[in-house]
Nanobody, 122 residues
Framework: QVQLVESGGGLVQAGGSLRLSCAASGRTFGTYAMGWFRQAPGKEREFVAALSWGGGSTSYAESVKGRFTISRDNAKNTVYLQMNSLKPEDTAVYYC???????????????WGQGTQVTVSS
């Protein structure tokens, strides 16, 4: 079992930055790939970024490449999403997820956090 708790969301102006954190419980955190997804009102949950269990492989949605960076600290059981050059279209609830492999499909992840709201004003 892995429990995930996101933090770091908030209100930021366009062009600004935020860093999201996802703290995980459970001694097996280091064996899971981690992903970030987001869901805007009236839209489906979409893939943002993912990271392999060792951190050696990453994947990003085209819409965030070059602006967002996913990383993890297995000693702290935490995964991060550094978001720079934020745009109003990045406004959404952001979720972290844990899965056995690096996937870009939400249905392939086993554990989910409750989400943290990110709002980017224009």
């Amino acid at each position: 079992q892995v429990q995930l708790v996101e933090s770091g969301g908030g209100l930021v102006q366009a062009g600004g930055s935020l860093r999201l954190s996802c703290a995980a419980s459970g001694r097996t955190f280091g064996t899971y790939a981690m992903g970030w997804f987001r869901q805007a009102p009236g839209k489906e949950r979409e893939f943002v970024a993912a990271l392999s269990w060792g951190g050696g492989s990453t994947s990003y949605a085209e819409s965030v490449k070059g602006r967002f960076t996913i990383s993890r600290d297995n000693a702290k059981n935490t995964v991060y999403l550094q978001m720079n050059s934020l745009k109003p279209e990045d406004t959404a609830v952001y979720y972290c997820a844990a899965g056995r492999r690096l996937y870009d499909r939400a249905d392939l992840y086993d554990y989910w956090g409750q989400g943290t709201q990110v709002t980017v004003s224009s």
